[in-house]
Structures are given as C-alpha cells and as structure tokens.
C-alpha cells in the first residue's frame, strides 16, 4: 500500500475504532462481535509497529498502557478543582437551600441539577483542539499529579472528541471509579494469587491510579462520569471564554456528552427544592441495584450565571452539596451477649451494642449467630466492633477493633442450661447451634411455636402480632396452638392495653383461621426444616393429613426435597406426647380439604420422565421439580434410555453428554418456561 492509502485506512481504522468503544463502553450497546473488533484493533497495530511514524496520541492503540514512569509529574490546575460541602439530614439541606434563597434574594424557584455522589476520585481531563492532552488528580485543589499515562487506558474515556464543535481547550471534570462487577473480579484474583484485596471500589480506584505502570492501570476496567467543567477557552488565552456553553449546568453536562464523554445516566434536573427528597429518597432505593458505589446524592444550583452569583467559600462552591447518605459502618460498644431461645430451642447469642446511628437506623442489638461465628470474630464483651448495616440488611458485626480493646474485656460463655426453662442443651455433632432440650416445656418454643402458628405464610391470624403472643402467655391464657382457638371475647377484652374492638376482631379472624389449607395447615405446625414447599410437597404426595402422620421416614424421603434430616424430624414430631394432644384438638377445632388427585388432563406430563441438570437462571431446580410434578410428570436424578427430556442449565455436565450419546431430548431452560406457560405457569 501507498503511504497515502495506508495513512487513510489507519485515519478509517482510528474511527471506526473509536465509534466501537464509545457504543461499547459510553452506550454499553456493542454494534459488532469481539472478533471484528479485535481483528481492526491488530489491523492497527500491525500499521502502526511498521510505520512508527504514523502513530499519534488519539490512536485507540494507546489505551493499553506505556512505558512505566519513575514519578508523577505536577499540575497546575488553571482553575482550581473544588471539593463539595456536606449536608446529612433533611433539615440541613433546608438550610442549605434556605442559604442560598436568602443570598439571592429571589422568589424565582431554583432549578437544581441532581445526581449521585460516586465513590470514587475526582479528576480533570484536558483536550486541546478536540484531543485528549492530559489529566490530573485533584491535590490540593490547586496543584494535582500527572496521571494522563493512567487515564488515557480508562475505556469509556475518549481520546478524541466526537465531531468538530468544540473550544480549543475544554477540561472536563468528573470522578473515575471501580464499577462494583470489576472491583470483585479483581479481588477475586487477588484473593486467588494470595495478594491482599482493596477494602472497597475507590480504594481499588485510587490504587489502580496510583500505578506508575500504565499497563497495570489498563487491565482494572475503571471508568468515568463527567459532573462539570473546568478551563475552557484559547489555547493562548488565559481567560475563560465560556461563549460555547450554554447557562444551565444540566444543559453543560449534555454537551460534553455529545461529544462522546459519559455521564452518568441517573443525572436529572430538578424543577426546584421541592423535588430534592424524592431525588434522594430514590437513589437510595436504587443504590444496591446501581453497578457503581455511591455514598449520597449532589446537588447544584442549575443556572450558572446564579452559581456566580453565589460564589465560593474556601474550595468549595456555595451552589452546590453533598446530601450524604447515612453511614453504613459505625463504631460501637459490646455491653453484654443474652441469649434467646428460638422456635426450634435453637440458643442464639444477641449482642447487647451501646445504640449507634448506622445505614440510618438506631441499632442496640445483632445477632452473634453461634459458638463458630463468635470464634471468627474472636469478640469479647467490652470489645469495640464495627457495626455494618448496609440497605435493609441486618446489622452485621463485622469485626473487633482490637487495639481498643479493655484490660476487663470478658469472654462470652454460653450456658450449661436453657436461659428460660432452665433444661439441659446440647449441641449437636456437626452442628453449630446449641439448643435447649424443653420442648414445648419451654415457654420460649411455645411463644415462638404460636407465633409461627399465626404468622402469614401459615394461618395468617390477624391481629394477633408477637406482642399479644407474649402477653397470652405471659397471662397464662394461651399454651398452645389449640388454646388460641379456645379464647374467649371477654378474656381477651379484659387484657390489658386491649381494647374492645381488637379484641372482637382477633375472636373473628381465630375464627376464620379454623378453615385452612392442608399445606398451610403442615407448614404452622412449625416442624423443624418443614418450610412451606416442604408442606406443599408433603400435602401433595399424601393428599391427606392422617397418611403424614403415620408415614415412616423411609416413604418420607420419596418426596421431593425431604432427605434423611427432614424425614427425622417429621418423624419425631408426630411421636411427641404433647404435640400428639396439641394436633388431635386442633383436628377437632379446624377443618381443611384434602388434596384433590389431579385427573389426567389436569396432569398434560402424565408418564413423562424429566432429569433436570445444570443451573437454572429463571428458577430454583426444586421450583422446577415441584412444577414439573404438578403437571404429572417424574423427576429423576440420572439419565437413562427411559428418560424423555433432559432440561440442560447452564454448565451442564455429564448427564448432558450421557443425553446425547442416548439420543435423549435436550430443553434449554427458555424452552422449558415456554412448556410451562403452556400449561398456564408463569414463571
Ligand atoms: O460524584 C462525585 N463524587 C462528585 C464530586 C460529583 C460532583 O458533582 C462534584 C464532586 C466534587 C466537586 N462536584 C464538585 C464541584
């Protein structure tokens, strides 16, 4: 090829090139396969190795790393970088908006442009004449570190900016991160080479930045979103020439966007304060769901001749904050483990914290789960701990600070006997559980046994919460499950703290909850590891509830889902004297139907074998299991000549080879959710 010919197809090369990365990582809508892309990527390469000549800054080739440097080099940022204030709570955004109205002194509502708060570093990136020339931290403020070399491997960050509207300087800023997908990957191989994990993203960010080598930098997939503008202008001038932005800061952040630079696409431009909480509120919602951490939410007075107006204190902007969001780890104080007795007996330590404001919520106590997890954390009482609540999570403790820890630290001993009953405990082989051997002696198995009795999967009692649970016990009303149907309106009226009407309706809704279900009526019994598709699945291969009380755990274990354990626990359920007397009144008092035998052509899968292998993505492989046993057919775990299909998941191994070789039919997972829609299952 000419050198003429062979510049233009590298300029073709550079472009297409280009417009592939912005579609892959600014869109994440890829155009093309890998393969295409690696093909003209090495096509480049190849033209650029043998013509060295022709190389230039823009060429996507350069987003692989270079030569390692022995130090950053210093910026000085032409217009400083500013930091944001912080506000925690609603009332000091009120008074940051309060603030800025008074200042103004204006009743025109002020727009404010809202988004995010990324967890990640702050940086400025510099084009000159449409390409990417440099990009530097923070600092001071004043005074960053050179890390084009770093920057220039980040993906989604173009070297070169879409069309040809655009001043000859621009500097954008925005926050480079560690999307949380990438920060795990990353940890995981860590993790895999004995190499010390980041504590989390930015730190994984800030690491990945720091690196002199670049070609480091290019294999940790950080990425970039835009949230303002820095210098703009000549290339000889020292002044702002800001005649190519508009005035709204929103409107700014989409122009730099058409030029191929990304934003964050939770961006949105508020009609005024009003709408500020809802911001908030929603992002906070979405936080776990979003693919990048976050830590609040930003917002900035949209009209910019207002945010000149407002101006600076120190180095940061009065027209704009951080609306934080709670913390979600916090220091606090082990005062004391109890211990609580569960449904099963089952003996929890519950950790006893000095209250902390953590992820929102005041929490004084977590549960320390058992002896192995007490041993991880090797805690003592007077220890100081982390405390993580993390969205709707359950406070975790999640390690001890040990250099705070107390000459009079105390170690946590569990008791020889039942905190409640006063019976011996055991710990099972095996098992890290210890539990108390009462039974329904124990007045904690029994509240918790009624408690389960009425909850909502089971007889969904109404108007019968824990509290009253409790306090029927406590009061000698109630000690099992069939007392409850034995209340009266007058001993419940004359409870304290209960007033006439809840009392008349938990008489009602007691009444209501005798008709039930059969598998309803399985699950509230509350017999250990008999969830409620075990009741459904027993229900269903019974059809009546005398057959369950007198199957041995040899025909137990024919059902789906029920294994040695559950077989056992059944068993022994039903030989207790006293759950013999408890079932045999309510037997007496409530009434169920049996479950009804399909005909056949409620059965469409009659005599038809399935082996289910693999890993389902839509369904649990019991859920399958049960559906596929609803519609008639037979499950099986291997494969034969008898098989007739074999639903293959993902990374399906030797049964799939063994289908194959005997010419069993193979469903995909999508094509076992169209059989099941077919018969009206929805999955
Ligand atoms: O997402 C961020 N961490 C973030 C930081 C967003 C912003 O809009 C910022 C910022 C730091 C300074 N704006 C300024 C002025």
Known sequence: MSDTSLEQRLEQLKQQINQYNHQYYVLDQPTVPDAEYDRLMRELITIET?????????????????????SFSQVNHQLPMLSLDNVFSADEWQAFSKRITDRLASDKKIQFCAEPKLDGLAVSLRYENGLFVQAATRGDGAVGENITENVRTIKSIPLKLQGDDYPEVLEVRGEVFMPKA??????????????????????????????????ITAKRNLAFYAYGIGFVGKLDALELDESWLENSHYQRLCQI??????????????????????????????????????????????DISLQKRLGFVARAPRWATAYKFPAQEELTILDDVEFQVGRTGAITPVARLQPVFVGGVTVSNATLHNQDEIDRLGIKIKDTVIIRRAGDVIPQIVSVVLDKRPENAQDIAFPS?????????????????????????????????????????????????DKLVEQLVDENLIQTPADLFKLTELDVSTME??????????????????????????????????????????????????????????????VPDVGAVVAKNIVSFFKQEHNIEVISELESIMSWPDIEVKSADQQ????????????????????AKAILQTLGAKVSGSVSAKTHYLVAGEKAGSKLTKAHDLGVEVLTEDQLVALFSQHNIVI
């Open 50 to 70: 043998e013509q060295p000549a022709l190389k230039s800054i823009d060429s996507p080739s350069q987003k692989v790393g270079g030569q390692a440097l022995k």
């Open 182 to 215: 990438s920060f795990e990957q990353l940890n995981e191989q860590a993790k895999k080479k004995g190499d010390k994990a980041f504590a989390n993203p930015r730190n994984a960010a800030a690491g990945s930045l720091r690196q002199l080598d670049s070609k």
């Open 257 to 302: 966007k058409a030029l191929g630079l990304p934003m964050c696409p939770e961006v949105k431009l508020l009609k005024d304060d009003s709408q500020v909480d809802s911001f908030y509120q929603h992002i906070l919602t979405e936080r776990g769901n979003l693919s990048y951490e976050i830590d609040g939410t930003v917002f900035k007075v949209d």
């Open 417 to 465: 006997e039942c905190p409640v009953c006063q019976s011996a405990v055991v710990r099972a082989e095996g098992e890290a559980v210890l539990r108390c051997t009462g039974g329904l002696y124990c007045g904690a198995q029994r509240k918790e046994a009624i408690k389960h009795f009425s909850s909502r999967k089971a007889l969904d009692i109404d108007g019968l919460g």
């Open 497 to 558: 703290r209960m007033g006439q009407k809840s009392a008349d309706n938990l008489i009602k809704s007691l009444s209501i909850a005798k008709n039930t279900t059969l598998p309803k009526f399985i699950y509230a019994l509350g017999i250990r590891e008999v969830g409620e598709t075990t009741a459904t699945n027993l229900a269903h291969y019974f059809l009546n509830f005398n057959a369950i009380k007198v199957a041995d755990e040899d025909t137990l274990q024919k």
């Open 604 to 623: 469409p899968l009659i005599n038809q074998t399935f082996v289910l292998t693999g890993t389902l993505t839509q369904m649990g492989r019991n859920e």
